[in-house]
């Protein structure tokens, strides 16, 4: 292969790397859209309490000597889970469901004021500094020509894959198999009528929170490990970047999400591939920008048809 | 109220009377004012400034003080805030005293320096790094620290001297600071005939360098020059080394905390940075420090020694010319060169210090840092 191809390939490993983060935090953005038509602001925040609980349990568990990779990860990855999902849970029962049913507008401030919440209420209870993840998972495989260009795939990088890779299809057979998913499918379709079947929305509300918050979790822990550093502050342009690939894929789509979430980051390593990596922003929301503008629903979104 | 008024006035001519009294009846003591934080969110950098100057006037007043003037330290506290620098700078010119050591924070320096100026006061400042205040052409203003940017000078000198790279990258984070000192480094080492290959800005606040890296890699770059602070840097060096990008880096003295070694950990050893020299470390200030210890101060703090060393050239100025007008002694001071304990020390046209205070380290991964020798 020559020079220019392996780098290019080296680029989108980059890419579908950050890309299919993008994705796992993008379907709670788009699931929660999909049912209520709100957008959840505060999502960005339960990605980085996420990754905080996953530094915390890593560190707890190597200071107790746990020392195995796969108990460490498994363990730091359900805990992780099992605190974002309650916080997902809280938020909605806090600041959504009392909102519930008034104008729209309001469940958007109270979002903006949970994620300052959030934000400001980790950075008192564990500082505004930096704090580094200790670095478990090292090396990864090389090939191409040393001479020409080294390709290389880190071991996290292929469990960033794998991971979300399993989490997607779990969510996937999850919708599409089972009753509860069947429910959330319905509650999409049109929520008073599902509502008057019996179905008990608020409960399927409160699930598209805890699943949404469950996979934000997952791409916490895969993030801060992969990255190495966590702050208060990450929340936000994550959310951003993931918000973006929602709609980008069409908002309330969950395909949609992870296509998205695919194009943003693959577009982003290019862009930084061969412009300077300063304008890998502005190619990235331009081409948001481009999309919207010739398929306003975004790449797989359908029209909101007006139901009589 | 006019009553009230004629007699504040009255008081205030009796107070000056009895004052100008005083300052008679002490003709044998020089006052230098100290003037800079004493209280607010900055205090600990005041505090370096002012163990300095006192510990300076201690050893000169111990020794017989200054043309037969005993010398006494009056403090002033403008808690880092340009209003309060101010008012500062006019009650030192109110108490009649002519010579200041300070201000800290460029903020406050900015405003006194021209009141100083204006009313004939000399002032050193020991800490104030900002270029712009001696851009206004001073005849009274000093310093003895240097200024931020003759940082990006030595490392481009040290790259040149040392390094010689072949495919030198210069990366930067887009801000004033970083981006000021890489546009700095890149053009004189362009001058020299060192053309960077890549010179290109991240996103502060960015977690993901995977993207720059792999271009690192491909354009076979030997070097890295960073501009920035320590949390992009650490990022970069830490996943640089896992993706097997192994060229060394430099960077300014804002990568240089005890944080860039949590973030990068291993990748850190052999970094190199340009710092404020640590005077402590001096072997011929081995017993001002021993002298520092035994007040129980720390001689660490960056100001120390500039804030001794500022005492150290404006006494030598007035012995050497038996005066203690600021005029002569500011004519003084850019005619000679003075062997003080931040090393031997001239003032150009500007009042800035004609030597860096800035040198070549070695970081290590355990946080502690090595001069480079050159």
């Known amino acids: 292969m020559t020079e220019t191809s392996l780098y290019v390939l080296q680029q989108l490993i980059n890419g579908l790397t950050i890309g299919s983060t993008y994705a796992l935090i993008a379907i709670g953005y788009t699931m929660v859209y999909g049912i209520i038509g709100m957008i959840n602001f505060a999502h960005g925040e339960v990605y980085m309490i996420g990754t905080y609980t996953a530094f915390i349990s890593i560190i707890g568990l190597l200071t107790m000597g746990i020392s195995s990779l796969p108990i460490v990860l498994l363990l730091a990855l359900i805990t992780a889970i099992i605190i974002s999902s309650t916080y997902g849970y809280a938020i909605e029962r806090v600041a959504y469901r009392p909102l519930r049913g008034g104008p729209r507008l309001i469940p958007l401030i109270t979002a903006i004021g949970m994620s300052i919440f959030l934000q400001n209420y980790i950075r008192l209870a564990q500082g505004s500094r930096d704090l580094a993840m200790p670095a478990l998972i090292s090396g990864g495989i090389e090939f191409g020509d040393p001479a020409v260009f080294e390709v290389s795939i ?14 997607m299809t779990a969510l996937a057979l999850f919708i599409s198999r089972s009753r509860l998913g069947r429910a959330c499918r319905a509650c999409a379709q049109d929520l008073k009528m599902t509502n008057l079947l019996g179905i008990d929305t608020n409960r399927i509300i409160a699930l598209t929170f805890i699943i949404g918050a469950a996979l934000a979790a997952v791409a916490g822990v895969l993030l801060g490990l992969y990255y190495g550093t966590i702050n208060p502050y990450i929340g936000f342009m994550a959310g951003l970047k993931a918000f973006t690939a929602a709609v980008l894929g069409g908002i309330g789509s969950i395909p949609g999400a992870m296509l998205g979430g695919l194009i943003l980051g693959v ?29 306003p629903t975004g790449l797989l979104g359908k029209p909101e048809v007006e139901k009589v | 109220m006019t009553q009230k008024k004629a007699r504040f006035g009255t008081t205030l001519a009796i107070a000056g009377t009895l004052m100008a009294a005083m300052t008679a009846a002490h003709a044998d003591t020089l006052k230098i004012g100290i003037a800079g934080p004493v209280t607010g969110p900055v205090a600990q950098y005041g505090d370096m400034q002012k163990i300095g100057a006192l510990m300076a006037i201690d050893q000169i007043n111990a020794a017989g003080g200054v043309n037969g003037m005993m010398l006494e330290s009056v403090i002033y506290d ?8 101010v008012a500062v700078a006019n009650r030192i010119v109110n108490d009649d005293i002519r010579h200041v050591i300070g201000h800290l924070c460029s903020s406050s320096t900015e405003p006194a320096s021209d009141i100083y100026e204006e009313e004939g006061v000399m002032m050193i400042t020991a800490a104030s790094t900002s270029p712009s205040i001696t851009e206004k052409g001073y005849q009274l203003i000093f310093r003895t620290i240097g200024l931020d940017s003759l ?63 792999a271009k690192l890699k491909r354009n076979n770059v030997d070097f890295v020059y960073y501009g920035g602070y320590h949390p992009e840097l650490g990022l970069i060096l830490r996943q640089s080394r896992e993706k097997g990008f192994d060229a060394p880096f430099m960077g300014p003295e804002g990568v240089v905390n005890s944080d860039l070694a949590a973030i990068a ?33 720390d001689p660490s703090g960056p100001f120390v020694f500039p804030a001794y060393s500022a005492i150290q050239v404006m006494t030598k100025a007035m012995q050497a010319t038996g005066k203690t007008d600021p005029y002569d002694l500011a004519d003084y001071l850019r005619a000679n060169r003075f062997e003080t304990t931040i090393g031997e020390i001239g003032f150009d046209a500007k009042g800035d210090l004609t030597e860096p205070t800035f040198e ?10 090595t001069p480079v020798s050159q």
């Open chain 1, 154 to 167: 880190s071991w996290m990088q292929m469990i960033i894959w794998a991971v979300t890779l399993i989490s």
């Open chain 2, 265 to 297: 950990g291993k990748a850190m050893e052999g970094v190199l940075a340009t710092a404020p020299k640590s005077f402590d470390q001096n072997p011929e200030n081995a017993a001002l420090v021993k002298a520092f210890k035994q007040r129980d101060e």
């Open chain 2, 78 to 85: 403008d808690a880092c805030d340009p209003k309060q620098a």
């Open chain 2, 360 to 369: 070549v380290y070695t970081l290590h991964a355990d946080g502690s840092k």
């Open chain 2, 151 to 213: 940082q990006g000078t030595l490392a481009a000198d040290y790259i040149k001297a040392s390094i010689k790279p072949q495919r030198l990258a210069v990366i930067h984070d887009k801000q004033q600071y970083g981006e000021g000192l890489a546009t700095t480094v890149k053009n004189l080492l362009d001058e020299a005939g060192i053309k960077a290959v890549m010179f290109e800005g991240v996103t502060p606040g960015d977690k993901d360098f995977s993207a720059l890296i």
């Open chain 1, 267 to 295: 577009t982003e390593a290019l862009t930084a591939a061969f412009f300077p990596s300063e304008y890998k922003d502005v190619v990235a929301f331009s081409l948001l920008v481009l999309i919207l503008l010739f398929r």
